[in-house]
């Protein structure tokens, strides 16, 4: 099992910049997060959850929606159990619940087994 916590949500203005974290415990004897491949996901109202970024378990393969790519940059600290996505050039359509996911066998950007609360990002004209 892996409890997800995200962070760094807010109110931004349009072209600003934005850091979310995703603070992982996994409880799963024998493993830790180096073993998860891990992703943000977001869902706006009213519109269908999407897959906006996934890393790999080292962070050798990195996956990105085309609409943020350029803009927004996933990462990931094994040491520190931590997931990011760095935001910049936000734009008032990324607005939307982001969601921190994980999951053991990777099968496909939208297939996870955890999820964090999410945590929500607003971005004004």
């Known amino acids: 099992q892996a409890q997800l916590v995200e962070s760094g949500g807010g109110l931004v203005q349009a072209g600003g910049s934005l850091r979310l974290s995703c603070a992982a415990s996994?409880?799963?004897?024998?493993?830790?997060?180096?073993?998860?491949?891990m992703a943000w996901l977001r869902q706006a109202p009213g519109k269908e959850r999407e897959f906006v970024a996934g890393i790999s378990e080292t962070g050798g393969y990195i996956d990105y929606t085309e609409s943020v790519k350029g803009r927004f940059t996933i990462s990931r600290d094994n040491a520190k159990s931590t997931l990011y996505l760095q935001m910049n050039a936000l734009r008032p359509e990324d607005t939307a619940v982001y969601y921190c996911?994980?999951?053991?066998?990777?099968?496909?950007?939208?297939?996870?087994?955890?999820w964090g609360q999410g945590t929500q990002v607003t971005v004004s004209l």
């Open positions: 996994v409880r799963t004897t024998g493993r830790t997060l180096s073993n998860y491949f």
């Open positions: 996911a994980a999951t053991f066998y990777y099968s496909g950007r939208n297939s996870y087994d955890y």
